[in-house]
């Protein structure tokens, strides 16, 4: 008996030791301080053109460059070209010089008719937007005419007391041209839109001494050296690789505008949530130590509730600990979404809730407060195929999605193990819907069920920057990469303008600033978990070669993108990345890389209000208890505190079981430490006589009902 006990522990300490490091990647803010690498040799923008990306320098030395304030976005200031390719660098500070040449018809170009409609050109005057601040523009202060930048229509605009943008021509060869501000455009309040400054004349750009100034007299104008940024930081899709593998090109169709009934960011219910819920779960909201050390109760009172009904959590309570820490951790760092504001977390709050069903049965979560947006710029004008949001018209005569706003998430994740499914249609979807489905009830096709399209219609799970994830495919059923509709970061905003990842980045170019990043891996021994799917299934980042010797990397993964390394850990999902073909002309091969598949491999059928991963759920009374509030016979303290008690314990012979509030039957198991299962009694007395010195389980089953006691035998 001893011996087995010895090899018992022994398998135990295994599991538990040879289990990988749970980390998660280092959000973008922090990113901004790490040193960036490069021996850039400025090269001239081979032409002006739309929606390039450039760093200006002066045409004389090209040793100047033109950047924002490391602290103040509206300030502009020339500094030195080391802070891009010296010692020095970081992704700060290159990112800081790179600007966006903006038309100023990019948003309007559309030809609604498909050939016979109203067309704008574009107009060769532009914006200057910071690559970080899409949302700003090159401007002037009124008094001084010194370079800066301003709000050039957020929903903040109205609060800003400089506003606008200028409207710059380019005069000259992109290796010495003239910067000359055409147009000044500006917030008016009584219009509550931007209009042009009719006073403005046209200035020059001039360096004089150390700053940027605007002057009117075209002898001091300097000349500037326009350089091609994407030799410093890779951001642009090219044709024929895996983020456009059919050559789709850019469609110049009207942006969607934004709807007219957002609100500020701060009126985001998701910083309301304390009045929502229960107190009992309000010390583990917010980001602090406390925050922290609720939360890890919290975990451990659903472990007792778990155990007490036969079930467990899916992973080890470290893990959720180290997801929470690292989803906590996203701050806010672009101008890049329309009502976000810097400085933010992208998820608010996580709090472990312990609610139960009418039945008894616990059903924990980890609920996610998110406003869904990720930390870092997100260059949603480079789409070349976004989404249409004209509903019911042809893509041609569409307003497309190249906006985004905030979301208001309150996503779920299971924290009980339910299981695993054993086949694809194992997973009930008929309540929510799929892909397939959803495909042939518009083109009347019966598609096959695959891994791919037997997929939720919306999001299918969250990335630890609060940024939903959805399937591989889009509704009709493509690698969204096929039709060209992600960014460079394997995001989009579809017809609701919010922001959600279809592909994992990581692989696109190595530019350092994705989700996830290699230099993530460094001194780990597994990829860092990346996100969670709403089926509770973590999602890790992808194995790379280069790391070969890290923890699964051996072990394939199945058609679900995930598997299981035997260390007791068990099943989760990797990004990775699978050979494809166009389905569509010209039909090119392509990499595709996942982040999740789309079908889940976690068994859902059991899970409530599963799906449902918004605020709304707190006014929805038959779910909203799994998102922490009240409901009748709520009490988290007396569902995982015992109805039972025993006495005398510790005992030397009897030992006597009541129970409050219970008439019914009860069935009664005692088991050794070992798990032998010594006696069965349907008795309340239970002698103990016969065994020896030493620690018992009781297990108690009682109407739905599983509780263990521990026993001492004296
Ligand atoms: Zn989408
Ligand atoms: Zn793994």
């Not at 229509?153 to 609060?159: H, P």
């Not at 249409?388 to 779920?412: I, M, N």
Request: with cysteine; net charge negative; proline share 4%.
């Amino acid at each position: 008996m001893k011996k087995i006990f010895l090899i018992f522990l022994v398998f135990i300490s295994c599991n538990i030791f040879s289990q990988f490091d749970f980390y998660g990647p280092e959000p973008f803010n922090d990113i901004f301080n790490d040193s960036f690498s490069s021996s850039w040799t400025p090269s001239s923008l081979t032409s002006i053109e739309n929606r390039k990306y450039i760093v200006i320098l002066d045409a004389v030395s090209q040793s100047n460059i033109v950047s924002l304030n490391t602290t103040n976005k509206e300030l502009v200031e020339l500094i030195t070209i080391s802070n891009i390719n010296g010692n020095t660098a970081t992704y700060g500070s290159v990112l800081r010089s790179v600007f966006q040449i903006v038309d100023e018809n990019t948003h309007f170009e559309n030809d609604p008719g498909g050939g016979s409609g109203t067309y704008t050109p574009l107009s060769g005057n532009y914006k200057l937007n910071p690559v970080l601040h899409s949302y700003y523009s090159i401007n002037s202060y009124p008094l001084t005419n010194a370079l800066n930048t301003t709000d050039n229509g957020s929903y903040y605009v109205s609060q800003q007391t400089n506003t606008g943008y200028l409207l710059v021509e380019f005069v000259g060869l992109s290796a010495s041209t003239q910067i000359k501000a055409v147009e000044q455009w500006e917030y008016s309040s009584s219009l509550d839109t931007l209009v042009e400054n009719t006073s403005w004349v046209s200035k020059f750009l001039t360096i004089n001494g150390t700053s940027l100034e605007w002057t009117s007299n075209v002898s001091n104008a300097t000349n500037f050296f326009i350089a091609d940024a994407s030799d410093v930081i890779d951001l642009e899709i090219q044709n024929g690789t895996d983020f456009n593998p059919n050559n789709v090109t850019y469609k110049s169709n009207a942006t969607a505008s934004i709807p007219s009934n957002i609100s500020a960011m701060s009126n985001s219910p998701i910083f309301n949530i304390s009045n929502n819920i229960d107190p009992y779960y309000v010390d583990q909201l917010g980001n602090s130590t406390s925050a922290t050390t609720a939360a890890s109760s919290a975990l451990d009172e659903i472990e007792i509730t778990l155990s007490d009904n036969g079930s467990s959590l899916r992973y080890p309570k470290a893990f959720y600990l180290a997801l929470r820490e690292n989803m906590l951790s996203h701050e806010i760092s672009s101008s890049d979404i329309y009502n976000a504001e810097l400085g933010n977390r992208t998820i608010e709050d996580i709090y472990f809730t312990n609610a139960s069903d009418d039945n008894g049965v616990p059903h924990p979560f980890m609920v996610i407060g998110s406003h869904c947006l990720a930390a870092r710029p997100n260059l949603l004008l480079d789409v070349n195929r976004p989404p249409g949001a004209t509903p019911g018209v042809g893509y041609a005569q569409s307003e497309v999605t190249r906006h985004g706003k905030l979301g208001q998430f309150l996503a779920k994740i299971p924290l009980k193990d339910y299981g695993l499914v054993s086949t694809l249609l194992d997973n009930d979807l008929s309540p929510f819907g799929d892909l397939a489905s959803a495909y042939d009830a518009i083109h009347g096709s019966s598609t096959v069920k695959d891994e791919f399209n037997y997929a939720g219609t919306a999001s299918i799970g969250m990335a630890v920057d609060g940024v939903t994830i959805y399937p591989s495919y889009n509704n009709n059923l493509r690698h969204t990469v096929e039709d060209a509709e992600i960014t460079s970061s394997g995001i989009h905003v579809g017809g609701g303008l919010e922001l959600h990842y279809h592909a994992d980045a990581h692989a696109f170019n190595g530019n350092g600033i994705n989700l996830y990043n290699i230099s993530d891996y460094n001194s780990n021994d597994h990829p860092p978990v990346i996100g969670i799917s709403y089926d509770g299934i973590a999602l890790f980042g992808k194995h790379e070669n280069s790391f070969s010797s890290m923890a699964g990397s051996q072990v394939s993964l199945d058609e679900y993108g995930g598997h299981d390394h035997g260390d007791g850990f068990g099943y989760h999902y990797h990004a990775h990345t699978q050979s494809a073909i166009g389905i569509t002309p010209p039909n090119n091969p392509f990499n595709q890389h996942i982040l999740l598949v789309g079908a889940w491999k976690g068994n859902i059928n059991d899970i409530p209000g599963f799906l449902e991963v918004k605020t709304s759920q707190l006014n929805n009374n038959t779910i909203n208890r799994y998102v922490g509030v009240s409901y009748l016979g709520m009490g988290m303290k007396s569902e995982t505190n015992s109805k039972i008690s025993i006495h005398p314990n510790p005992t030397n012979k009897n030992i006597t079981i009541s129970l409050n509030n219970f008439s019914g039957n009860i069935k009664t198991e005692v088991y050794d430490l070992i798990g032998n299962k010594l006696k069965i009694s349907n008795e309340t007395t239970i002698s103990l006589r016969d065994y020896a010195r030493g620690i018992y389980i009781l297990k108690v089953i009682y109407g739905e009902r599983v509780e263990e006691v521990k026993v001492f035998k004296q």
